[in-house]
């Protein structure tokens, strides 16, 4: 009978310091809840032996809700890297792509942004409990 065979791996989990920025919040101000999130978000891609596995899938909105901040350093995955000029090339947070990408970018399209969400957990092998 076939069966899925899954090695477990532990993970080692971000420490504190990985949280301190969202838990500080805005200074005086209460901070917006997206702003908070995509913070988090980004001082968890830059934990060592952590941050890759973080891949966030963000259907057209990356600017309004300030993931720009991503594409200098995460990159939006394209496997043939960026081959265009970009419109926005002068920003500081202009777009870039990379074949070594980590954000998902799939653009105007929150159908095509499920289907990466459902490929994701198709690829994940399933807890085992013993």
Do not use: C, W
Not at 17 to 37: I, L, P, V
Not at 42 to 57: A, C, H, S
């Amino acid at each position: 009978m076939p069966e899925r065979r899954v090695t477990e791996k532990t993970l080692a989990l971000p420490g504190e310091k990985a949280y301190a920025g969202a838990k500080k919040g805005s200074g005086k101000n209460k901070a917006a809840t997206t702003m908070a999130f995509v913070r988090l978000l980004k001082d968890l891609m830059r934990e060592k032996d952590f941050g890759d596995r973080i891949v966030p899938i963000v259907p057209d909105e990356a600017r309004t809700f300030g993931m720009d901040s991503f594409f200098p350093t995460a990159k939006i995955y394209n496997p043939k890297g960026q081959n265009y000029l970009s419109v926005d090339r002068e920003l500081m947070l202009s777009y870039k792509e990379s074949a070594q990408g980590q954000l998902l970018h799939p653009g105007i399209n929150e159908a095509g942004a499920t289907a990466a969400f459902t490929a994701v957990r198709q690829a994940t092998p399933p807890t085992v409990s013993r």
